[in-house]
Nanobody
């Protein structure tokens, strides 16, 4: 089993940048495809980025494409989400998640593919 802990959330003005991190423990991060999701009260949890086990493939929905960048450092057991040009609509709790997909090049795009979740970190973008 892998434990995930997010950090780096906070309050930022619209147009600003923020980087959130997710540190894994318990298992080697390279065994997992990783994803970042976000959720606001009353809404479904939605994916904002995903990355394959070795980092060679990524996925972003149109809502964040060009503004968010996911990366990983398997040696540090850490996944990052760099967010720029933030908008008030980006305000949410951000969660990282791990998927035990076997393929090293697979990018998991769906919530149902993820097995482990962090507790979330709040990102608030003020207008």
């Amino acid at each position: 089993q892998v434990q995930l802990v997010e950090s780096g959330g906070g309050l930022v003005q619209a147009g600003g940048s923020l980087r959130v991190s997710c540190v894994a423990s318990g298992r080697t991060l390279s065994n997992y495809a990783m994803g970042w999701f976000r959720q606001t009260p009353g809404k479904e949890r939605e994916i904002v980025a995903a990355i394959s086990r070795r980092g060679g493939a990524t996925y972003y929905p149109d809502s964040v494409k060009g503004r968010f960048t996911v990366s990983r450092d398997n040696a540090k057991n850490t996944v990052y989400l760099q967010m720029v040009s933030l908008k008030p609509d980006d305000t949410a709790t951000y969660y990282c998640a791990a998927s035990g997909i076997y393929s090293v090049s697979y990018v998991a795009r769906h919530r149902s593919e993820y097995d482990y979740w962090g507790q979330g970190t709040q990102v608030t973008v003020s207008s």
